[in-house]
């Protein structure tokens, strides 16, 4: 009799805990209005739940009344508990991309593979292009998506758009990058994606590299360094 009490006491806190976290959850999307979080998990601080939007990880109360954006550190580990969880966010956001929508550039063996947001007009994008073969010998798969910094309707984005209509993307991108004319050809594209994109992941300049494992370079990396720091990344 003892026993089955205290199974029956154990499966109420168990339901009890459910209804109270499912409470919370409905508070905090409450709270977030049309923004639709991917996940919302309790945090190592009670009455903290870890939400995630995007490729964004903030911090709310229970009640979803207070949040809290920045980084969660366990002193006592010496533990940044943010910055994987924001690498594993921006990593399931890069994977919904279809290599279709993108232009790639790849090696005879890939080892590593980086996604390379670019303007065409800028210069470290130039260099960094202009060096494509160099990551392609690291086995760098190097797959390229467009960020015109100038917005939309700007020569930039006119240049991304007549690149991807182009009959060979890899060469009218090259062309383009050259300094070359290409034909300013416009169809549906995936500009304006590839900025919406961009700009969730907090990106400010160009090149913007986001790596494998979902975190973020921004500025020209030489590919020696970067290859350096994708095998240290891979162990």
Known sequence: MRILS??????????????????????????????????????????????????HVIYMSADGRYMLQGELVDVQKQVNLTEPRRRQATRAL???ISEDDMIVFRPQKVKHTITVFTDIDCGYCRKLHSELQQYLDAGIEVRYMFFPRAGKGSP????????????????????????????MKTCA???????????????????????????????????????????????
Request: glycine fraction near 6%; proline fraction near 6%; aromatic fraction near 4%.
């Open 156 to 183: 930039s984005y006119k240049k991304a758009v007549a690149v991807w209509c182009a009959d060979d993307r890899r060469q009218a991108l090259t062309d383009a990058k050259n300094g070359k004319a290409i034909e």
């Open 6 to 55: 205290a199974a029956v006491v154990a499966a109420f806190i168990s339901v009890t805990a459910l209804a109270d976290r499912a409470a919370d959850e409905a508070a905090i999307r409450k709270a977030l209005g049309n923004l639709e979080p991917a996940s919302i998990e309790a945090s190592p601080i009670a009455g903290l739940y870890e939400v995630v939007v995007g490729p």
């Open 94 to 96: 890069m994977d919904n």
């Open 189 to 235: 594209n995936p500009v304006d994606r590839h900025m919406q994109l961009v700009r969730q992941l907090g990106a400010r300049g160009t090149p913007f590299i986001v790596l494998e494992d979902g975190s973020t370079q921004p500025g020209y990396v030489p590919a020696k360094p970067l290859a350096r720091l994708l095998d240290e990344k891979s162990r």
